[in-house]
């Protein structure tokens, strides 16, 4: 019997003898994760009203778990919300589409990363949780802005750099903030810490409420990111980090990239949850459930939403050099959330196809409008870069600029 196959044995009988328990985990061995936009049923005739509530089964694979129990497959929903969650998912969409325009035609400069395909995780994720729980993400950020408190004016104009912008034109795409969103970050998984900070921040205040961090698969191989895990698990904080698995890190695909691409498995003695990302109620389940993880004390969680994006990591990234085109149009044509639930809307009979026409025209009406108006707002005046350097009534008497004749004194 050779030398590896009797040190195993031993370690499993030491491991037995000492008590340690195996890794709880319900990762198949063979099945994947469900990754069907449309796979969710309900589970008795709809009610009349639209805010009467009515059971749904999830796919039974819409949830795989990392040394925890997965949340049940069964939730609810009332026909008020899928046609808000519709609604909001179009509006997203259209917004980033006409960013995507904005950029070619060389009125949005510099960086632009955009989540269209994305949409069920944003608007999934805001539906589950409220304002007083706080979300920090990366650069592909509009969507988040918008729906913690900001609006698509504001988000297109910061883009454009006017004074209009939700940063007043100074933050561009990546740094939009709101006072329950932390931005936009542009450096690679550097929200993450920041993120278990803020549910520090939390714990102190002794309040029921949790931080959503999220990062994408490029991200996770970042070591701020595993050293924020180990201090939110050393201290037990109410904080969600959210792996956005949409398949690619700028150029490279996960499986290039990373040796373990289960990333929800990856948070060491912290349990983690893998999702389907394109449908928008797996999205929200998971993400009350997580909530009500953190918030009952029972320290961080790790969530993996799997889903794909359409577009290039950026703008200047064309995305079809490290995959084809074949398998983004199959994504589009099989799996698209927004698709999905405008299945569920019609084949549950909650509406017909014309409201979700007129939705659909109000979307693209509501975000022109935005578009002109950001258009129309003025670049920032020179004296704004002076500001917001520090907190406001903070201010020394004076800032020196570049050179040191440039000096800007502060009215007190």
């Known amino acids: ?240 980090f959210v792996c956005e698995n949409n398949k690619y890190g700028m150029g490279t695909s996960a499986e290039r990239s990373s040796q373990n691409t289960q990333f929800f498995t990856r948070g060491d003695q912290i349990p983690g949850l893998q999702v389907n990302g394109m449908d928008i109620l797996a999205v929200r389940e998971a993400t009350r459930w997580a909530k009500e993880w953190v918030t009952s004390g029972k320290g961080p969680l790790v969530v993996e939403f799997v889903t794909y994006r359409y577009g290039g990591h950026s703008m200047s990234d064309p995305g079809t050099t490290y995959r084809t085109r074949d398998e983004v149009q199959q994504m589009r044509s099989e799996k698209d959330a927004i698709a999905g639930l405008k299945k569920y809307i019609l084949d549950w009979g909650v509406t017909d196809e014309a409201s979700l026409k007129a939705i659909d025209k109000k979307a693209k009406e509501d975000v022109d409008i935005a578009v002109e108006e950001a258009k129309k707002s003025p670049v920032p005046d020179l004296v704004e870069f002076w500001k917001d350097i520090y907190y406001k009534g903070t201010e020394p008497p004076y800032m020196r600029g570049r050179e040191k004749e440039e000096v800007h004194f502060y009215e007190k």
């Open 1 to 240: 019997m050779s030398f590896s196959v009797l040190r195993a044995r031993g370690l499993r009988a030491a491991t037995r003898s000492i008590g340690v328990k195996p890794l709880r985990s319900t990762l198949p061995t063979i099945r994947s994760l469900q990754t069907d936009a449309d796979k969710s049923s309900p589970m008795h005739d709809l009610p009349e009203s639209g805010s009467e509530h009515f059971k749904v089964q999830l796919h039974p694979e819409s949830f795989h778990s990392y040394r925890c129990d997965a949340p049940a497959t069964e939730t609810t929903v009332t026909k008020d919300e899928l046609i808000d969650m519709y609604q909001w998912m179009v509006q997203m969409r259209r917004m980033e589409q006409a960013a995507d325009a904005l950029y070619k035609q060389k009125l949005i400069r510099g960086f632009c990363h955009l989540a269209i395909g994305q949409e069920a995780v944003s608007v999934g994720m805001e539906k589950a949780i409220d304002q007083d729980d706080k979300v920090i993400t990366s650069y592909r950020c509009h969507t988040f802005a918008v729906l913690r408190g900001g609006s698509i004016k504001g988000v297109i104009a910061e883009l454009m750099g006017r004074k209009d912008g939700m940063s007043e034109g100074k933050g561009g795409s990546m740094h939009i903030f709101t006072p329950s969103f932390f931005g936009g970050n542009g450096i690679v998984g550097a929200q993450v810490p920041v993120g278990a900070g803020i549910a520090l921040a939390q714990k102190y205040q002794k309040k029921k409420t949790a931080t959503f961090a999220l990062y994408g698969d490029g991200a996770s191989n970042q070591g701020q990111v595993f050293e924020a895990y180990n201090m939110a698990k050393l201290w037990n904080l109410p904080c969600v």
